[in-house]
């Protein structure tokens, strides 16, 4: 079968398939993006990651290409051509192409719009699960307004090398202060000896995760303590559990942190029960 991508309307072969080489996602990283789970060929929160898409757009002043309806349509479509089972979906605007210029370009600009679906194991995610993930911590040398999900994330790249070279799969940035912002692609959380959940507020500092506000609903329905503040290095390395929220991780624990091990080394069990009643919780849409 052949993959196809979708860009600027047109669904094209994955090898045809390209953008303007003056484009300001490539240029300038003047782009959004959104990654959505696909489960059994729907996609999973779609309206709180489309909402999102809308908030990032809005703060950057790039006006919304298409309404929610055709970004739907786009969604779908992309899903189906590929025959995505299970996987992701991957959206990305930007603010479109023209010759080089720090300054935006005018309205007569259309913005870029690129979609891509590929299947993912869900198996191997699970398989995964089981067992835990390591994870190291680097400073946070991001910009100010990590709320924005842009493309500008060569440093979650670098760090992510980094944790792959000392065989982890996620880093945690830590800020001047000593405190864990969130993870290179991924919400960080620690539950302490008492039971209670740990997370920081959002703000500039962070992405507003989708799968992190699935799980603070999942929290207040279950009536479990949540405490929301920042953490150091040295209380996750102290805490009973530790877990990252993402789309493409739901609850994924974490079972060492710069090679120390989290409670006994292995995946703790309200990680692993948040991580069990997900799909509960999340919103799983056929339209
Ligand atoms: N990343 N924080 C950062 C920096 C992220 O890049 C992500 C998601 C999250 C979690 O957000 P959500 O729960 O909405 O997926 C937090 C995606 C999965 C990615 O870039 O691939």
Redesign the pocket.
């Given at each position: 079968m052949t993959r196809v991508v979708y860009v600027n309307g047109q669904y094209t072969p994955y090898a045809q398939a390209g953008i303007h080489a003056e484009d300001r996602g490539f240029q300038f990283g003047d782009a959004v993006y959104e990654?959505m789970e696909v489960k059994a060929g729907q996609l999973v929160d779609e309206t709180r990651?489309m909402a999102r898409l809308d908030r990032s757009l809005k703060e950057l002043r790039i006006a919304p290409p298409m309404t929610l309806a055709a970004w739907s349509r786009v969604l779908r479509e992309t899903v189906r051509r590929n025959r995505v089972h299970d996987g992701l979906v991957y959206l990305q605007v930007s603010r479109g192409a023209r010759p080089r210029d720090f300054l935006f370009p005018g309205p007569d600009v259309r913005p870029t719009v690129v979609c891509v679906a590929r299947s993912a194991s869900k198996a191997k995610a699970d398989a995964q699960a089981e067992k835990g993930i390591a994870v190291i911590t680097q400073p946070d040398i991001r910009w100010g307004r990590?709320d924005i999900?842009t493309v500008m994330?060569l440093p979650?790249s670098l760090a992510k090398e980094t944790a792959k070279a000392q065989g982890a799969k996620e880093a945690w940035f830590v800020d001047d202060d000593g405190f864990v912002t969130?993870?290179?692609?991924?919400?960080a959380w620690i539950i302490d000896k008492d039971g209670r959940l740990i997370t920081r507020k959002t703000d500039a500092h962070?992405?507003p995760?989708?799968?992190?506000q699935v799980v603070l609903d999942m929290i207040e329905k279950e009536k479990l303590e949540l405490v929301i503040r920042p953490f150091t290095v040295a209380e996750a390395k102290a805490a009973r559990e530790a877990f990252i929220?993402?789309?493409?991780n739901h609850v994924m624990p974490v079972v060492s942190i710069d090679g120390a091990p989290v409670g006994n080394g292995a995946p703790g069990l309200l990680a692993q029960k948040l991580r069990n009643g997900y799909y509960l919780s999340a919103e799983i849409s056929s339209h």
């Open positions: 990654v990651h990590c999900k994330l979650a969130e993870g290179a692609s991924s919400n962070i992405l995760g989708i799968t992190r929220t993402s789309a493409t």
